[in-house]
């Protein structure tokens, strides 16, 4: 039997064809070949990942049991924080600012009533200016009172509120501040449903440092002064019994430098009792419009029975 003959002129004249391709063969092999031979350690890699998240889900859905050595370390560190907050109120010359206590809302409406009466014999007998209808930052509970099953931890920071701002006030006053147009404070309260801020209220918010070991109550005050009352009261704000902190002063000075003594109409003693007589316009040193925009900090003791945070 006579075999079939191979015709290798097309193999002649398609030799560059047949060469790639049979490089392309040997390469497709070697290639499925390598792949072949990590498929086991991708298998192994697969499930010892698999095998890890599985162990952080049930970490994370444990409550872990703390070890002796761990509870020693808490005391131990618990220890030293309570001496470094000592020592911190003790250099800064600050004492723990505890408020005034509150068990309800009444409380709290009847004491932020007092203090502001107080505030605005205050500013009437320094013969300061102030917007018609001034609440210094509360006119929401000018008309209303905190709800009634409000938490005892937000009336005690709003009656730190109300006691800085009567500080405040008088810091202002006793600088020989001659106009106070705002003073603004951070919400306590959640707003009822429906109901927008004041416009007394700061956009900012408390900031509590994530281990609580400190929080920041923003504030911020608006008036009109002479340039040494301005230095006057940023001495006053910086040796405080307050940890206060000044965050940004925006200063715009008048362009005029004439007026008279002439109380301007929006802005009037709180009592007509006092009644400055109108003088003749004279030659004044530049008033300062400033903003000064602050934060009350306040440094927490630490909590003996609290477990670490996860």
């Not at 704000?237 to 002439?262: C, G, H, N, P």
């Not at 009037?268 to 003088?279: D, G, Q, R, Y």
Request: glycine fraction near 4%; aromatic fraction near 8%.
């Amino acid at each position: 039997m006579q075999l079939p003959r191979i015709n290798t002129h097309w193999f002649r004249q398609n030799s560059l064809l047949v060469i790639f391709l049979g490089a392309f063969l040997v390469v497709l092999g070697f290639v499925a070949w390598r792949l072949w031979g990590e498929y086991d350690t991708y298998q192994q890699t697969l499930s010892g990942l698999t095998e890890k998240l599985a162990q952080l889900e049930q970490l994370q859905n444990t409550d872990p049991t703390l070890s002796s050595e761990n509870k020693d370390l808490l005391a131990t560190n618990q220890t030293r924080l309570t001496g470094a907050y000592k020592q911190l109120q003790a250099s800064l010359g600050r004492q723990a600012f505890t408020g005034k206590a509150m068990t309800n809302n009444i409380e709290f409406a009847q004491f932020l009533r007092r203090t502001v009466n107080e505030i605005e014999r205050d500013t009437t007998t320094a013969q300061v200016l102030v917007p018609k209808d001034f609440k210094f930052g509360f006119k929401r509970y000018a008309v209303a009172v905190p709800k009634k099953n409000v938490s005892p931890l937000v009336l005690e920071r709003l009656g730190k509120q109300v006691v800085i701002i009567k500080r405040l006030t008088l810091m202002m006053i006793q600088s020989k501040v001659e106009e106070i147009e705002a003073i603004r404070r951070v919400e306590i309260e959640p707003l009822p449903h429906g109901t927008t801020a004041a416009d007394d209220v700061l956009t900012d918010s408390i900031t509590i440092h994530p281990q609580e070991h400190y929080l920041a109550m923003p504030f911020e005050l608006q008036f009109v002064c002479p340039a040494p009352a301005l230095q006057a009261l940023l001495n006053k704000l910086a040796s405080s019994s307050l940890f206060l902190t000044v965050r940004v002063v925006s200063i715009e000075q008048e362009s005029t430098q004439k007026r008279t003594d002439a109380a301007d109409a929006s802005m009037t003693p709180l009592s007509s009792e006092i009644k400055t007589p109108v003088a003749a316009a004279t030659d004044r040193p530049p008033r300062l419009r400033v903003k000064v925009r602050l934060n009350y900090i306040e440094v927490m003791p630490p909590k003996s029975d609290e477990r670490p945070t996860r």
